[in-house]
């Protein structure tokens, strides 16, 4: 079999993703293997494209060999989850910083709820892939299809965070505002990605199909804008110095506070009041009956109070 256009796609993939794999590599070591970083969601993606287009590659000797092609798309689609949890990343490292100058950040809990959305989208694309035999249909099914809903919502989900973090732009660290600038450069890419997907998956446009289809939309729509991504995100994340992870702790609430000074006054009054009545008992005089008598007294008025 001889390497056709499709099979250019796949080697402009390894040439590209080989040096920036590590680079990304580099990234997780230099700024820490932290979730809130995102740098190794890069390396994910990374590896992912060098062995789906290496199994491409391989079916120039083995064509007929299916479950290549099942492996080509297993990684293909991974790919779109490790860029929406990259841009994730990238945010909840801007909430970092806000936390660090002003600590009034979002609630972390936001970026794990939409990262949930991405990984359960892939889990689904990967079963999908994995169940689905016929290459005629590029593994489109049912579970596919609804892993490509996930991954929008995924996608709504980190622009609704880039416009939180972005309205509160002032309160972010200097130099750290570039993690908006790659965010908000990556998601209109990622978009244009998910529409060439939706369009073959539900719209059973021909020309969209990453296997049969036409190979220059294919390049225009899907490959560029994932190398545009990777490259922005890490040639932007080159000029970032190394941050301290933020610490994230509860703030009391006001009532929370007031019932605590309200306590605190409450023990300091009792305290003084057993010093006192320790005091009157230590100046007393009198033989042991008198002493007894006046601490059976004492005893009855303690439990009046």
Same mark, same amino acid.
């Given at each position: 079999?001889?390497? +056709?256009?499709? /099979? ?15 680079? &990304?590599?580099?990234? &997780?070591?230099? /700024? ?10 890069? @390396? @994910? ?6 062995? %789906? ?10 064509? !007929? ?13 991974? *790919?779109? $989850?490790?860029?929406?949890? &990259? ?5 909840? #490292?801007?909430? +970092? ?22 990984? @359960? ?6 079963? %999908? ?10 593994? =489109? ?18 622009? %609704? ?10 309160? =972010?660290? +200097? ?10 450069? $990556? ?5 244009? #990605?998910? =529409? ?13 199909? !990453?296997? !049969? ?29 190394? #941050?301290? &992870? ?9 009532? $929370? ?8 006054? $409450? *023990? ?15 100046? #007393?005089?009198? *033989?042991?009956?008198?002493?007894? =008598? ?7 008025? +303690?439990?009046?109070?």
């Amino acid at each position: 079999m001889a390497i +056709d256009y499709r /099979h250019g796609i796949s080697i402009l993939e390894v040439i590209v993703y080989s040096p920036t794999l590590f680079l &990304a590599l580099w990234m &997780a070591f230099h /700024h820490g293997f932290k979730r809130s970083s995102g740098w190794y969601f890069f @390396v @994910v993606f990374c590896l992912a494209r060098i062995v %789906g287009s290496a199994c491409y590659l391989a079916t120039i000797q083995y064509p !007929s060999n299916v479950n290549l092609y099942i492996a080509w798309a297993v990684c293909t689609s991974i *790919g779109l $989850s490790p860029l929406i949890l &990259a841009c994730i990343g990238l945010l909840s #490292r801007a909430n +970092d910083s806000i936390m660090r100058k002003t600590a009034n950040p979002l609630p972390p809990i936001i970026f794990r709820l939409v990262g949930l959305f991405a990984l @359960v989208a892939v889990i689904l694309s990967i079963v %999908g892939a994995t169940e689905n035999s016929d290459i005629t249909h590029a593994l =489109i099914n049912i579970k596919t299809k609804i892993g490509l809903i996930l991954y929008l919502v995924a996608w709504i989900g980190v622009c %609704g965070l880039f416009l939180l973090v972005l309205n509160r732009s002032q309160s =972010i660290e +200097d130099g750290e505002h570039r993690l908006l600038l790659a965010v908000g450069v $990556s998601l209109p890419l990622i978009l244009v #990605r998910l =529409i060439y997907s939706f369009i073959y998956a539900f719209g059973h446009k021909s020309q969209f199909n !990453s296997l !049969s289809g036409s190979v220059t939309i294919q390049l225009v729509m899907s490959v560029l804008e994932e190398i545009l991504v990777v490259l922005v995100c890490l040639g932007i994340g080159l000029t970032l110095q190394v #941050r301290p &992870a933020a610490e994230y702790t509860q703030q009391p609430s006001v009532s $929370s506070r007031g019932e605590d000074s309200v306590e605190l006054e $409450s *023990g300091r009054l009792q305290g003084q009041r057993r010093a006192k009545r320790r005091d009157q008992k230590q100046k #007393r005089r009198g *033989g042991p009956i008198t002493r007894l =008598i006046m601490f059976v007294v004492d005893e009855v008025n +303690d439990r009046k109070r």
